[in-house]
């Protein structure tokens, strides 16, 4: 069994910052990458960031140059780092780990609004 607890989120006016927060625990032997999605209402769930074994980052397109990934120095928990955010950045946000299967959180609500 794979658990992850993700923290943070919330409300924030446009052009301010959120960080979000995620702990793997339980059977996590090798983890392989660590990310974001986010999904908006009626829209797919989408690609937001990823950290991989080592260390290497990767970001979604609409959130390069204002979104931040990294990691604990257990390399169980991921953090998101979210600067100058926008109204379009509202969605839901899940973490998800990648061991052999890729596990995901229950996802945290993030709203851009003034």
């Known amino acids: 069994q794979v658990q992850l607890v993700e923290s943070g989120g919330g409300l924030v006016q446009p052009g301010g910052s959120l960080r979000l927060s995620c702990v793997a625990s339980g059977s996590i032997f090798s983890i392989n990458a660590m990310g974001w999605y986010r999904q908006a209402p009626g829209k797919q769930r989408e690609f937001v960031a990823v950290i991989v074994i080592d260390g290497s980052t990767g970001y979604g397109d609409s959130v390069k140059g204002r979104f931040t990934i990294s990691r604990g120095s257990a390399k169980n928990t991921v953090y998101l780092q979210m600067d100058s955010l926008k109204p379009d950045d509202t969605a839901v946000y899940y973490c998800?780990?990648?061991?052999?299967?890729?596990?995901w959180g229950q996802g945290k609500q993030v709203t851009v609004s003034s």
């Open positions: 998800n780990v990648v061991l052999r299967s890729r596990y």
